[in-house]
């Protein structure tokens, strides 16, 4: 899942980036509401997690811009957390709302919960053949073993699973599960594939097309 984090105190972004990378999601920082808006051009966002006092442009206007465009998510962060803040908040177009400060576990739950409601075709817990995965466990199995799975793995590996068979190209793995600071050249993905195949075992599960991509094995 990619997230766009928005948080003008860097250390604080610092912090929040870190431990959403350490759950699974591909998490891009901007630090002021332009920035924000420039980044959402260019990339579909599933979850943008939104300060509201910003610089350059506040937060209310990038949400009603968010609000508008309706491809991303929001949830929207603040120091104040009275009744009328989140009112006011629902009221631009957030979808959800937590006040600073926060449980981390709880930015993680409602981050993932956004992010299942923008992916609303995807069943929670995605199965082929003897695997399975359940993202919201960030747990995965074949045949009933565990897999020791790094978050690059176990995020190309949803990524898979979800396409049902579909052909996956190298640069939607790319940015779906990096995030901006990613090399496009990187033989990242080729060997994640690859260490991927290694912990699923045989019979083998990934075919690689080559030139187009990756695809589960019916």
């Known amino acids: ?9 860097q250390p604080l972004a610092g912090y929040i980036a870190v431990g959403l990378r350490k759950h699974g999601f591909a998490v891009d920082v901007a630090f002021d509401g332009r920035s924000a808006l420039d980044k959402c051009e260019l990339t579909a966002y599933d ?12 937060g209310d206007a990038v949400c009603r811009w968010l609000a ?18 989140r009112v006011c908040g629902l009221t631009l177009g957030a979808d959800d709302y937590l006040g ?3 449980a981390f576990s709880e930015l993680v739950a409602r981050v993932r919960a956004l992010a299942r409601r923008n992916t609303s075709a995807r069943p929670p817990v995605l199965r082929h053949a003897d695997v399975v995965l359940d993202p919201a466990r960030r747990a995965a199995e ?3 073993r565990l897999l020791s799975l790094t978050p690059k793995e176990f995020g190309v590996l949803e990524e898979l699973l979800a396409a049902a068979g579909d052909l996956v190209s190298a640069e939607t793995l790319l940015e779906r599960v990096w995030d901006e600071h990613a090399d496009p050249f990187t033989n990242a993905i080729r ?3 690859g260490t ?7 019979p083998p599960l990934i075919e690689t097309v080559t030139g ?5 094995i019916p």
């Open 142 to 144: 074949r045949a009933g």
């Open 196 to 202: 991927l195949r290694r912990k699923l075992g045989d």
């Open 100 to 102: 600073k400060p926060f």
């Open 68 to 85: 508008r465009d309706g491809t991303a998510r929001i949830l929207m962060l603040t120091a104040s957390g009275t009744v009328e803040d």
């Open 212 to 216: 187009a991509g990756y695809r589960m």
């Open 47 to 58: 979850v943008v997690v939104l300060d509201r006092d910003l610089p350059v442009l506040h």
């Open 1 to 9: 899942m990619r997230v766009l984090l928005v948080e003008d105190e």
């Open 191 to 193: 060997i994640t594939i």
